[in-house]
Nanobody, 127 residues
Framework: QVQLVESGGGLVQTGGSLRLSCATSGRTFSPYAVAWFRQAPGKEREFVAAIGWSAGTAKYADSVKGRFTISRDSVANTVYLQMNSLKPEDTAVYYC????????????????????WGQGTQVTASS
C-alpha cells in the first residue's frame, strides 16, 4: 500500500509561486510514476504534470508548460511541483497520484492508470 500526503498549498497573489510536495510512507516511490492532477469547482479533474521512474520523463499539460516543474527526490521519497507565475485559473485542489502504467508515454495523463491518490491540497491564486 502506498500512502500519499500532499502539502504546500495556500493562497498566493497572481504571479506568485508555490511548491507542492507529495510524500509517501510505507513504500519507496522508485518503481512508480507520479503525477499531479487538479480539480476546480464545477470542473472535471485535469492532468497537470507527471514524472516517470527514470530521468527525462517529465510531462506537462500545455496550460502549465514553462511555469510548472515536476521533480522527484528519491532519497526523501518525495515528488515536488514547483509552480511559478501563478494565474487565477490555476486555482484548484491539487492531488498527487502514483501508479505503474504499462505504457507511461502513452497514458501518463489518464487518471485511471494511477492506483494511489492523496487527499488533495488547495491552491488559490488571487488577482
Amino acid at each position: 500500500q502506498v500512502q500519499l500526503v500532499e502539502s504546500g498549498g495556500g493562497l498566493v497573489q497572481t504571479g506568485g509561486s508555490l511548491r507542492l510536495s507529495c510524500a509517501t510512507s510505507g513504500r519507496t516511490f522508485s518503481p512508480y510514476a507520479v503525477a499531479w492532477f487538479r480539480q476546480a469547482p464545477g470542473k472535471e479533474r485535469e492532468f497537470v504534470a507527471a514524472i516517470g521512474w527514470s530521468a527525462g520523463t517529465a510531462k506537462y499539460a500545455d496550460s502549465v508548460k514553462g511555469r510548472f516543474t515536476i521533480s522527484r527526490d528519491s532519497v526523501a521519497n518525495t515528488v515536488y511541483l514547483q509552480m511559478n507565475s501563478l494565474k487565477p485559473e490555476d486555482t484548484a485542489v491539487y492531488y498527487c497520484a502514483a501508479g505503474r502504467p504499462t505504457y507511461y508515454s502513452a497514458s501518463y495523463y489518464l487518471p485511471s492508470v494511477y492506483d494511489y491518490w492523496g487527499q488533495g491540497t488547495q491552491v488559490t491564486a488571487s488577482s
